[in-house]
């Protein structure tokens, strides 16, 4: 173990830039992975907070009996999907709208609101696609004029989610490959520097692991180097962010802050453990 | 504890170099090998320290079978003998002790008795002193000396060395050749390939002489060279009719039989 951390220090010597070349190539595809990570965790905790609110309004033709809105009311509340359903009155709604607007109160006179059904859905049943099932469902009864919900921009919010997740994953890939590619070039050159050391290792009798450790520590240490380093500047992103936004988004949870470090140890280890087999074959 | 079964081994870009040998080394026997440039000797080796392995036939070097190598056997099979060359293979950015130190530590020898046991080696092959000279200021037979005391760190049952006095002027390979006697009389075997007459000449040992990929004559199994001359006479008939020879494996196995009928 001592031995193989030597060699190690020993590669880094000999290959510096290359070696620094190897480490900042991980941290940028897991910077990659992190940035458009927390744009998506961020969207999804705003989702979070926008779902819980959000709601299905249906309006109701003017002069529709009573009793139709009550049997339409507890058909609804029927429906697994919802959580809560409330009629609001023509008049209640002019109140409310009133006490919400405070002084342009006036602006309304009685009558002008319709009375309207409000829907509130179970926890699992906020996504885009339910909600509009839902809606379609309520718009279904002859004395609804209008199905209101907030279609356009729980569905944008959704698809931004998608688009930072895949933009995300596809850039933070590309930088891995690049990162493993690098990371087995300075494996090559570390094993052709040494092929008479590892030709002697193995007159010898070291075994393969043996003659194999010292590059997969090297990968491995390069990757825990650049998932740290990722770690700082994703969190330097987000602190200018949050700057600029001038408030405060959400931030990784160490367990999965320690998940990307990992990622980067298992990229270099990925590197060099490709690359080692294949050059230690040609010395 | 090494035998060859008719062995054959042919390389992809150059053909044949060995070419169905069949040889056996007893235990704390001391033989030498040679024949002229090419004809086979650091071919029959390699098979021997399995860096190669045959074409045909299968090298057996204690209970280790070429025909059934497995990962890991290798390295096992290297610990268990010693190699040395005409080139010495020292890291010339260790000191002698160092370079001999390397082959316990790759191997996993317990750390804090690797000092001693180094020590003990230099001391037996004659650098007691020199232990701390990096081997650019070692003389040739020096170096010689240090990649000996290498391939003797794990008490190898053979010492393998291709012409290990090649690159030495009279004096040291009188020195080395000292040593490796010293080094068989303590029981390890030696197979010694080399080029050099005088040695040949002034020792008892057991020689074997190569040609071609063939063994020509051995000092310890005279029908070797009657094999060989039959093998020779079946050669020159191909030779004189080339369109009538098939492959060349059918003349040798041509050849076997009638040896042995
Ligand atoms: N690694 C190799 N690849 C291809 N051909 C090889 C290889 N090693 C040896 N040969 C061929 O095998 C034949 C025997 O070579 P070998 O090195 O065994 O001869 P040698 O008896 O040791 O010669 P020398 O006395 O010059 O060292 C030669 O024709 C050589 O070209
Ligand atoms: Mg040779």
Redesign the pocket.
Known sequence: MRLALREVLLAVRRAPLLSALGVITIAFSLFAFGLFGLVAINIRDALRQVESRVEIRAFIADATPIEAIVTAVGDIGEFPEVAHVDYVSPDSALARARRELGEFADVFEAGVLPGSIEIRLKQDFRDPRSVKMIAARVGSYSFVDDVRYGEDWVAKLYQIRTIATIVGVVLGLAFAIVAVIIIGTTIRMAVLARAREIGIMRLVGATDAFVRLPFLIDGFVKGVLGGFLALGLTWLASSLIDRALGFQTVFFSTGFAALGVLGGALIGLAGSAISVGRQLRRV | MIRLTHVT?E????????DDVSLHVAKGEFVF?T????????????LIFME?RPTLGEVRVSGINSATLHRGDVAQLRRKLGVVF?DFRLLDDRTAHANVAFALEVTGAAEPSVPAKVSRLLMQVGLASKGLAYPQELSGGEQQRVAIARALVNDPFVLIA??PT?NLDDRATRGVFQLLREINAAGTAVVM?T?NLELLRRSEYRTID?LH?RIVSDTADPSAAERAAARIVEDDETARFPGDAGPKGQTSAAARSRTTA
């Open positions: 081994k390389y992809a870009r150059t053909g044949r170099a060995l090998l024949g002229p440039s090419g004809s086979g000797k650091s071919t029959l080796l390699k190669e005409q291709d012409e090649g390939a080029h190569m990929g």
